[in-house]
C-alpha cells in the first residue's frame, strides 16, 4: 500500500496485480509505502477502512480517494498457480508443480480449500464498506496505459516501470467444463471485472 498525501489518494496493493513493480518506481514519490509484512502491504479496503483510514480522517481531516488494480479473474488464478511453481517452491506444502491447472481451479472452488489454492478473492478485497469506504478509482491489470496515464497525472510525476515477481512462463489450460463451473460460482468477479471501464 501506498499514500500520496498531497494526491489525497491511497493506492491499495491487490496482490498479483503487478503492485511491487509500482511500489518500486513510485516509492520515490509516496508520503507513506507499507511494504512489511504482507497483511499489511496487501490490505484490502476492510482492513484499510479499519486502521489506515480513521489515522488520515482523524488527525489529519482527510478523507483520502482510494485506488486500485484487478486483473481478470481467470489470469488472476493462473498467476498464481504459476507463481507457486517457482524453482524454490518446489516440495513446499503450497508448491503447485504437479498441479494442472484445471487442478488449481477446482481447488479454488471447494468450500475448504486446500493451502496451494487458498489465495483470497479479488472481489472481497474490493468490497465496498457499509460506511461507504470503498475504491473509487479502479483499473483493469490489463489497461496498464490508463493505469500509468492516471498516476502521472494525478501524482504530477513520470515514472519507468520495470517488473518484479516474475512467475514462470506455463500455458493456461483451462478446460471448457472447469472454466463454465467457475464463472458460475464466482460470477461476482467477473461482473465487477467487465464493469471497468477501460481508459
Given amino acids: 500500500m501506498m499514500v500520496f498525501y498531497k494526491a489525497g489518494l491511497a493506492f491499495l496493493s491487490v496482490p498479483k496485480t503487478g503492485s511491487s513493480a509500482y511500489e518500486t518506481a513510485l516509492r520515490p514519490h509516496a508520503d507513506m509505502v507499507i511494504s512489511e509484512p504482507p497483511d499489511l502491504k496487501h490490505a ?3 482492513r484499510y477502512n479499519r486502521f489506515v483510514r480513521p489515522m488520515f480522517l482523524k488527525v489529519c481531516d482527510v478523507e483520502l480517494e ?8 481467470i489470469s488472476w488464478l493462473g498467476s498464481w498457480w504459476r507463481y507457486r511453481q517457482r524453482p524454490f517452491m518446489r516440495d513446499k506444502p503450497n508448491a503447485t508443480h504437479d498441479i494442472s491447472f484445471d487442478d488449481f481451479v477446482l481447488a479454488y472452488m471447494k468450500g475448504q480449500r486446500p493451502g496451494f489454492a487458498n ?15 470503498g475504491v473509487t478509482h479502479l483499473f483493469r491489470y490489463e489497461d496498464q496505459i490508463g493505469l500509468q496515464s492516471f498516476l ?7 515514472f519507468d516501470l520495470g517488473r518484479e515477481n516474475v512467475s514462470p ?22 461482473a465487477l471485472y467487465e464493469s471497468i471501464p477501460v481508459r
Fill in 152 to 158: 502521472t497525472d494525478r501524482l504530477g510525476v513520470a
Fill in 169 to 190: 512462463t506455463r500455458p493456461l489450460d483451462l478446460s471448457r467444463d472447469v472454466e463454465t463451473r467457475f464463472r458460475r460460482k464466482f460470477a461476482e468477479e467477473f
Fill in 119 to 133: 489465495v483470497g478473492s479479488q472481489f472481497k478485497f474490493l468490497e465496498r464498506q457499509p460506511n461507504g469506504t
Fill in 44 to 46: 484490502p479496503v476492510y
Fill in 66 to 73: 482510494l485506488m486500485a488494480v484487478m486483473r481478470e479473474p
